[in-house]
């Protein structure tokens, strides 16, 4: 099981907070989908396209899926997801401008 913790982020549907296995330590972005959003075709399909592009993609420079976590319990249905720290990469580009080619490589 896993232990929530700090928030990441919001959008529409969801929240994405830090998780902390409990057995293990290893820490992932779980971001958590309200189970209502599903009554929306629109939202299936998005989540769905989702986790299939996560799991098709194995890149350095992407995110892994490691987890869709559902409990019958739970309000919400979970992706466990790589955690990276730093922010987004969108608000970086915001705020700063481009980033020059040594940066991007990164």
Do not use: W
């Given at each position: 099981?896993?232990?929530?913790?700090?928030?990441?982020?919001?959008?529409?549907?969801?929240?994405?907070?830090?998780?902390?296995?409990?057995a293990?330590?290893?820490?992932?972005?779980?971001?958590?989908?309200?189970n209502?959003?599903?009554?929306?075709?629109?939202?299936?399909?998005?989540?769905?396209?989702?986790?299939?592009?996560?799991?098709?993609?194995?890149?350095?420079?992407?995110?892994r899926?490691?987890?869709?976590?559902t409990?019958?319990?739970?309000?919400?249905t979970?992706?466990?997801?790589?955690?990276?720290?730093?922010g987004?990469?969108?608000?970086?580009?915001?705020?700063?401008g481009?980033?020059?080619?040594?940066?991007?490589?990164?």
């Open positions: 099981t896993n232990e929530l913790g700090e928030e990441l982020g919001q959008g529409r549907f969801s929240t994405v907070v830090v998780a902390t296995h409990r293990t330590g290893a820490r992932f972005a779980a971001k958590a989908v309200d209502d959003a599903f009554a929306e075709e629109e939202t299936v399909d998005a989540f769905e396209a989702e986790v299939s592009i996560l799991r098709a993609v194995d890149h350095p420079h992407v995110v899926l490691a987890e869709v976590v409990a019958q319990s739970s309000p919400c979970y992706l466990l997801i790589e955690l990276m720290r730093g987004e990469l969108f608000t970086q580009v915001l705020e700063e481009p980033l020059d080619e040594l940066r991007a490589k990164r």
